[in-house]
Each structure stands twice: as C-alpha cells, then as structure tokens.
C-alpha cells in the first residue's frame, strides 16, 4: 500500500527527514511516536503529497507522488489544525469536501444527496450534530477537532492520514475516536498515526515507529502485527 | 471536472469573502467622481459615462524631468490599481493555506487547483471594473449627464493628458476602456498570485506596487502599468503605448505568470509556518 524509499528533505538547511524508508501493507495501522520537532508531521505531509522530497520517493497503491499523480488517490487527513471554511457550518464544510472528492458528476443533484449524506454520517460518527447552525468560526476547539477528525473519515477512504486526532478532545471525543479506529480497522483502511500519546499509539497501531531528527530510530520500533519497515 | 469543482467553491467563497472590497471600491469611485468634479469646475450634468470612466484610469503623461515640471505621483490612479491587487490577493493566499489544501488533496489534482484560483482572479478584477462601470453609469443617470464615452474639453488637461489636438476616438476609447486596462490589470493581479504563492503574499503585492512605481515613472511597454494609463495611450494621446501593444504585452505577462506560476505551484511545498517546528 505505501513504499516510502530513501525520503529526504530539507528546508532552509535543515534536515527535516533524513533517508526514511518504511513499508506499510493495505489495512495496517501504524503509529509515528517523536518529540515535537522530530519529524512527523513533515512525514505525514510527504505521504499526503504536500511536500517534494529531495531525494527519495513515496509510492502508494503502486503510483508514485508527485509523478504518477499528486495525491494518494483516496485519502483523508487530519494534519494539524482542521482548517475549514469559516463561514460555513460544519455540514456545509464536509458537504463541499465530499462534491469535490467525489468521483461522480459533482453538479447532479444525485451527487449533492450523496455528498450531504456522506457529511451527516460523518458528523454524527464523530458527535456533532448536523443540524446545529453555527459556523464554523463559533466552533469550540474540540468541535474543531471532532470536525477534522469527521473531514478524514468521510466516505471510509483507503488511506487516513492523522495528526494528534486526540488533541482539545474531551474524554467523550476520545472514546469516538477509539470506536472510529475500530470502524477504520474493520473497513480495511491504511491508517498512519502521529501521536505524542504512547498509550493510544500501543493500544491502535500494529507497528509504531518512533521518529527522531527526521529518521526512524529502529531501536524504538515496537512491532505488532501486519507491518513491517525496510 | 475537479476544475469546476474548485472554481465553483473559490467563486462562491471569495464573493462572499470579498462583498466588502466591493463596497470600498464603490465609494473609492464615488470619491474619484467628486474629484473630478472639483478639479474640472464642471457641473456634473455637463460631465459624461466616458470622463468618468477615463478618470478612473487616467495616469499620469510621460514624465519629462525637468526643474520646470516636476513629477506628479498619480495617487488616484495608483489608488484605483493598488485596491484591486490587494481584493485579489488575500484569498487565494488563504485558501492555499487551509481549506483550498484540503480540497486539492481530496479532489487530486494541483494543476486544477491553481487554474480555479487564476481563473477566480480573472472573474474578481473583471467584477471590479463591472463595479466601476456600474457606479460611473449610476452617477451619470442621477446626475442627468451625457451616457457617451465622449469627453470634455477640460478633462486632458486636468488628467495631465498631453492631447493631440484631435477629438477622441470614440472605438480606441472603447477599447482602452473595456479590453486593454481589464486585460492589463488581470494580468498584474495573476503576475501578483504567482509571486505570493512561490514567495508569500508581502512578496506579491511589493511586485505589484513595484510595477505601478516604475511604470509610474518609466514609459516602457513592458511594463504593463502603462497599458493602464489613458494618459500613455497612444490610441488617445500624443505618445505612449498603443491598446494593441498594451494587450500583446497583458497578454504575454498572463501567459507567462500562468504558466510559471503554476509550474512553480506544482512543484513546490503545501507547508505550515509552524512546520519548521514538528
């Protein structure tokens, strides 16, 4: 599912991943641990298609970034902040994300029903009534964050990128989370999993990598099933 | 299709996003009106559609430095030029940073994307000088003036305009008007998106206001703030570019910052100010 050879890159002469390679079967769970600065989200990033490696590559479903195509085909990420339309309400926002990711005629009226629908399922999932009126700038930071987390999961798609998905969640927000996981899980989807919580990470990922200095430090590897690193 | 996509949301958010900038535009063209009539000493009702139009553009002739005639920064034309960089910068910078992201990943294509955001570019500056025309022709029905592009005899020298002696042509003011300054301003604010997105929004608009500064100062017909003058038409004036020079030239700038801008766009990073950071 996702080959990630030899990435590097650098930014303003720093070395923000340094020669990484890892390996990661469809329907795995993997977790990324490190210290703020270590390199996770950067990595996140280059599997999402957000950044040009400057040496290296990442592969996923057999297409390479940034050269077959510029994005996995079917992905859904929470990377840092949830970033939404502010004068939007929290359906209308995931309504506008499903229309443009969806592969059907975005215009019909049938693709519009598909779309709302997808974005009530997806609200409710994550405990957000789909009803509420309130834009998006009046959410609460945990509202935010149920919404980001709802925004990645929408439609199940095959690859689901997260980043500290448990941040400014209250203990209701993090139990959805653990059944969202399950749900990921039985659905088959490829999850990778920045987390600075040792604890989520050993409970969910089948293998977690720890990331120091841009690299995997396999001395902290901690395998579980179903993945492996090269 | 994902094109559509992306433009269909950029349009609906950015007007919704801009409805203000429009305003302001409208009362930046209401205060330029009243100008005009105080600098003219013309009754509104024997002012005309054109003398307004042409006043919104109008700059300044080509500077001939000498102690006798110093230099007269065109304020109200850089004013004019300035606001519709600015409405037009902000929003694809904004996009780009947080929902539009998240739209080109999900909808997979960077190339579409960056097209929707040119293309919402052109739409916003073309809706600008629709604003213009609408608030021009307003003013001109409420005053009971003339609704012909013609101009009064008083404008050249008031605007600066180093006349031929000849009336205007009626058609080469048309063009100036309605093709050459839309054309050259869609492409100073496409010229302004390609800096910001390969080197951050200050960078953009300090490449607008560097253009309207040396085009100010400089009559040359590459830069294209000169195709924004009537005064530097030479369609209208003694000297200065033609609109068929001036539209050549919008015309290769737009290419040029379409199609390198958006090579630069496809091959640089999405990245967070804070990413440096994690």
């Known amino acids: ?230 | 299709m994902r094109y559509l996509c992306y433009l269909a949301c950029d349009v609906r958010e950015g007007c919704l996003c801009l409805w203000r900038w429009y305003v302001a535009a409208a009362l930046l063209f209401l205060l330029l009106i009243g100008a005009l009539r105080l600098m003219t000493g013309v009754p509104f009702s024997e002012l005309a559609l054109g003398d307004y139009l042409v006043s919104f553009a109008s700059g300044v002739r080509e500077q001939v430095y000498s102690a006798e005639e110093p230099f007269r920064f065109p304020a109200r034309w850089a004013a004019v030029f300035m606001l519709v960089s600015c409405m037009t910068l902000w929003f694809p910078c904004r996009s780009r940073a947080k929902m539009g992201a998240h739209l080109m990943v999900v909808g997979g294509s960077r190339r579409a994307w960056w097209l929707a955001q040119c293309t919402w570019v052109v739409i916003a500056v073309l809706l600008f000088w629709l604003t213009a025309f609408a608030v021009a022709l307003a003013w001109t029905l409420v005053s009971s003036g003339d609704l012909s592009l013609g101009i009064h005899e008083r404008l050249p020298e008031v605007l600066q305009m180093r006349i031929t002696g000849e009336p205007f042509d009626e058609a080469a003011l048309s063009a100036f008007l309605f093709a050459g300054v839309p054309c050259a301003t869609c492409s100073l604010c496409l010229l302004q998106l390609a800096v910001s997105f390969a080197a951050g929004p200050l960078a953009g608009y300090a490449t607008t206001v560097s253009v309207l500064l040396l085009s100010a100062f400089c009559m040359r017909p590459w830069l294209i703030g000169n195709a924004m003058m009537a005064a530097r038409c030479s369609d209208l004036v003694f000297a200065g570019v033609s609109v068929a020079d001036g539209l050549v030239m919008s015309l290769v700038v737009l290419l040029l910052a379409v199609v390198v801008g958006g090579a630069l766009f496809c091959r640089g990073d999405l990245l967070d100010r804070g990413d440096l950071h994690d």
């Open chain 1, 1 to 230: 599912m996702i080959d990630v050879h030899d990435a590097t890159k650098r930014i303003k002469g720093a070395t923000v991943l340094d020669c990484v390679n890892m390996t990661v079967p469809a329907g795995a769970i993997v977790g990324l641990a490190g210290v703020n600065g270590s390199g996770k989200t950067m990595l996140l990033r280059a599997l999402a298609g957000l950044i040009k490696l400057d040496e290296g590559f990442v592969e996923i479903e057999g297409k390479r970034l940034r050269e077959d195509v510029d994005f996995p085909p079917s992905i859904g990420l929470l990377i840092e902040n949830p970033a939404f339309l502010d004068s939007r309400t929290g359906r209308e926002n995931l309504r506008i994300i499903a229309l443009v990711g969806s592969s059907s005629q975005a215009w019909s009226s049938r693709a519009k029903e598909q779309a709302d629908d997808a974005a009530v399922q997806a609200l409710e999932l994550v405990g957000l009534d789909p009803d509420d009126k309130r834009k998006f700038r009046k959410y609460s930071l945990g509202m935010k964050q149920r919404l980001g987390l709802a925004a990645a999961v929408m439609g199940w798609p095959r690859l689901v990128l997260l980043d500290e998905p448990t941040n400014a969640l209250d203990r209701a927000g993090v139990a959805r989370f653990e059944d969202i996981m399950g749900m990921l899980r039985e659905r088959g989807s490829t999850v990778v999993l920045a987390s600075h919580d040792a604890s989520l990470l050993e409970r969910h990922a089948d293998v977690v990598y720890l990331i120091e200095s841009g690299r995997i430090a396999d001395a902290d590897i901690m395998p579980r099933k179903g993945a492996s690193h090269a």
